[in-house]
């Protein structure tokens, strides 16, 4: 199965939405454009494609530069960037550019879903209406946000507007664990209004109603560092979902960078078999 990648945009009600292909063997622009695509996985044997949203700042590119490429050696990888735009940006019209994202490149198809940090929001919250979601994976979520959140959000929109360098500074601290930073200097997140509207979009985030309607089998994957959502709110929202397993994973919120090779062994083996540990359970932290 081939890993190449390729990029393409869909526009949804006026909204371009980026779309990265990978994992899709014998497609070229024609199919994509008038037929979506049709991929059978290995051996002529149906999978249900993996598709990913990006969190917090970070885009397919940088969320998943490391899970995407791996992922699509056994099964089609689709990563959406949706358009947040800038200021504020609604939940229900990102669900619907989501959808009208898979309507066009992948018709009919049921997937996997999987949502990083917002992208987790995102994901929760177009499981918990559209049956092709044949598995979810939620990383990082958090199911309504803290007045805590809404501080965290409102002082990183002011040094935003105000053009302060220590923006970079709250961005990394927040993001990354002490350990992590102790041996690394990462980068903090995208400039622009586009993480702005993420962030507004989780701190003023409410998945309470919506929650309880999912019933496609769940991994949910908290962080014990993690100083953005809170390792208390993914427990919550494993507490919140009928069908759903929970795991632990040592790091801060940015876990696609800390321990991406213990997410991708997390998710992989529940899309491979979402079934294998039953609804309520706990599972041990994976190692590579």
Known sequence: MSTAAMIRTVNVGGVDVSCTLSGFDGFDEHDFDEHGIDEHGVGGQPVDPVVLLAGIGGTAASDFSFLLPLLARTRPVLAVDLGYGSGSARLDGLVDQLAGALNTVLPGRRVSLVGFSVGATVAAAFAADNPVVASL???????RASGRHRMLAALRGHLDVAGDDSLRTLDIFSAYSPMFL???SPEPFSKGGATTAQMSLFANSDLTEALPRVTAPTLVIGCTQDDIAGVDRAREVFA????????EIDSG???LAERPAEVLAMMREFVSHPARLRAGSVREEAHP
């Open 137 to 143: 994976v939620l990383v990082t979520p958090v199911v």
């Open 182 to 184: 102790e041996r690394h």
């Open 240 to 247: 919140s979902l009928p069908n759903s397993r929970y795991a």
């Open 253 to 255: 919120h940015a876990v």
